[in-house]
């Protein structure tokens, strides 16, 4: 697995890089300089509110926003300002996601990150500083921002949300069952040689079964993407992964082909190219987070009801305001508002008397803006 004094720029500016990329972030002082785990960066980028992109100072404004621009690319896929599974969005969100941004892996940098981190927050990878190259995104080889942010977003995001789906252990997930196929069988250790059927034939020793099931989970989205699609990266890639084309994967991996394509599922369609600016990506920023938004859930966890708090924006006023409840699956257990309604606090009560204990998720919508809430049904 590939390792994982400053500017403040206005944010309703695009911001021209060297590279000609146009990237509608700033970067910001290091919000948690005391912390003892990233009291080690100097650079913050916050990604949609999302992902928290810790850097050193040592690491370019270009590639920190480079990297900025990559996670927003693959959860707003469409860059309409919106990220595409909300779902996804509230995980990543209370799980306090991290994307660190290191050096070099020498050093005591990492170390000091991850002895204090804790559980304040969620890393699924981290980049090193030779593995950032805007110029050319995606690319196969030393560049690894597209699979690390990816690796991120799966693992704080998916494998939560979606267990059924992307869970990591043997027997565990949809995922983890077309692996063992593309794999040509089971195997909790490596395998030597791998089985001639076999099309996924990873040998790192050091990635067990659940890094193994994370790898295969990138190969097919990128694949997909069409990123691997050239002879160069296709024969370079050959001994750990074959169906290096879209057309090959569609043909060879007839499992992962249906999941990572399937709308419902809402995984990235199109290569990031590093270009990041919606229309309302700064504006997003400046609105008011009392505007529009869940204030409150009470008691939270709960058992069997709920009391939930939001605010109803006036730019919304006169627009169906959807107020919906979902299970982990993303499947709606419960519509509790659907209607206009006035400018200002409305709370509603969700009795969840004949679900069953878990995680849900509350989500507001209305016209372009959203607020979603983690709920733990006690029972």
Not at 107 to 125: H, K, P, R, V, Y
Not at 253 to 275: H, I, R, Y
């Amino acid at each position: 697995m590939q390792k994982q004094s400053h500017f403040i720029f206005l944010i309703l500016f695009p911001i021209i890089l060297f590279s000609q990329n146009e990237v509608c972030f700033e970067i910001e002082d290091n919000p948690n300089p005391n912390h003892p785990a990233f009291s080690i960066f100097s650079k913050y980028v916050n990604v949609l509110d999302c992902i928290h992109i810790y850097a050193e100072s040592n690491i370019s404004d270009e590639k920190v926003l480079h990297v900025a621009a990559i996670a927003a690319e693959l959860l707003d896929n469409n860059e309409d300002g919106v990220i595409d599974d909300p779902l996804i969005e509230a995980s990543l969100i209370e799980l306090n996601t991290i994307m660190p941004v290191f050096q070099s892996e020498n050093g005591n940098s990492i170390d000091t990150f991850f002895d204090n981190l804790e559980d304040d927050g969620c890393t699924g990878a981290v980049l090193f500083r030779n593995e950032i190259d805007p110029s050319q995104p995606g690319h196969w080889g030393d560049y690894a921002t597209v699979e690390e942010v990816l690796h991120t977003i799966n693992s704080c995001g998916h494998v939560e949300v979606y267990p059924s789906l992307y869970a990591l252990e043997p027997n565990s997930s949809y995922l983890t069952d077309a692996m063992d196929l593309a794999r040509g069988g089971q195997f909790i250790n490596i395998p030597d040689p791998y089985p001639e059927e076999a099309w996924y034939h990873y040998d790192d020793w050091s990635c067990e079964y659940d890094c193994m099931a994370m790898e295969y989970l990138y190969w097919c989205i990128v694949t997909n993407m069409g990123i691997l699609a050239d002879a160069q990266t296709c024969a370079g890639i050959a001994d750990e992964w074959e169906p290096c084309t879209p057309e090959l994967f569609e043909s060879t991996d007839t499992l992962m082909f249906n999941l990572v394509t399937n709308p419902e599922n809402k995984l990235p369609q199109l290569a990031p190219d590093g270009n990041y600016c919606p229309a309302n990506a700064g504006i997003k920023k400046k609105i008011n987070p009392m505007s529009f938004s869940i204030l409150s859930t009470y008691p939270n966890p709960f058992n069997p009801t709920t009391t939930i708090r939001f605010n109803i924006a006036v730019e919304t006023f006169h627009r169906t305001s959807l107020l919906q409840i979902f299970d982990i699956t993303g499947r709606v257990v419960e519509t509790l508002v659907n209607e206009n309604l006035v400018p200002g606090k409305h709370d509603v009560v969700w009795d969840a008397n004949n679900q069953v204990s878990g995680i849900y998720f509350v989500e507001l919508v209305s016209g372009q803006n959203r607020s979603v809430q983690k709920l733990v049904l006690l029972k």
